[in-house]
């Protein structure tokens, strides 16, 4: 199994610019994650699903950030309009009831 | 709500020092706990788990007891290597890997040759 694959591995937008960042879970996993790591507020939860239903986004910093989650393979994380506060590495994360995989995230740079 | 208490460091150790990151939670019910490492430039590795009271997690020569009645679930190591060196995170997972984890700030680790 190749893990959980995020793309791209690292971003530099500029602000105002819109941001789709991506994640592929682990087959067979029925729950997926979107974290957010910053120096200031370590590792914070934005938004999951089960079985590709949004279930808690009160996380999500905005309404400028959005999550779907189409089908089970595949989920996004939009920023419309970015921010340099938008700045961070966000991982996304599946599970299936005994563990969590994390990808590698996606290094985020907001000019 | 859950939390999960870690201290924060920098924690800098001679190679082939012992090694003792706190870690403290709060959380209701029974959680699962947790050690992930995080490697520069790389996303977290699970390093270590604890299911219930009392088990013992461990891995790389790394352990951690899961223990109730102080809250808490300390990382330890006997003797670290430069190649330990990472950012450690205590977590905690009480929804059955249906909710999400629950995070400690991190905590850096420089091990000195």
């Known amino acids: 199994d190749a893990g959980v694959i995020q793309s791209p591995r690292h971003e530099v937008t500029e602000m105002g610019q819109e941001v789709t960042l991506r994640c592929k879970p682990i087959?067979?996993?029925?729950?997926l994650f979107w974290y957010r790591q910053t120096m200031m507020r370590g590792l914070e939860l934005l938004i999951y699903?089960?079985?590709?239903?949004?279930i808690d986004d009160s996380g999500m910093p905005e309404d400028r950030f959005s999550a779907k989650m189409p089908n089970a393979s595949f989920s996004t994380l939009k920023i419309q309009p970015s921010e340099p506060r938008d700045s961070a590495v966000y991982f996304c994360a599946s599970s299936w009831g005994k563990g969590y995989t994390f990808g590698s995230g996606t290094r985020l740079t907001v000019v | 709500g859950n939390s999960v208490t870690q201290m924060e460091g920098p924690v800098t150790l001679s190679e082939e020092a012992f090694l003792t990151i706190n870690c403290t939670y709060t959380?209701?019910?029974?959680?699962?706990l947790f050690w992930y490492v995080q490697y520069p430039g790389e996303g977290l590795q699970l390093l270590l788990k604890a299911t219930k009271a009392d088990d013992k997690g461990s891995n790389k020569g790394f352990e951690a007891t899961y223990r109730k009645e102080t809250t808490s679930f300390h990382l330890e190591k006997g003797s670290v290597q430069v190649s330990d060196s990472a950012v450690y995170f205590c977590a905690l997972d009480s929804g059955g890997g249906a909710d999400g984890l629950t995070f400690g700030k991190g905590t850096h680790l420089i091990i000195q040759p």
């Open positions: 959380a209701t019910g029974y959680p699962s």
């Open positions: 087959s067979g996993h029925n729950s």
């Open positions: 699903f089960n079985n590709n239903v949004p």
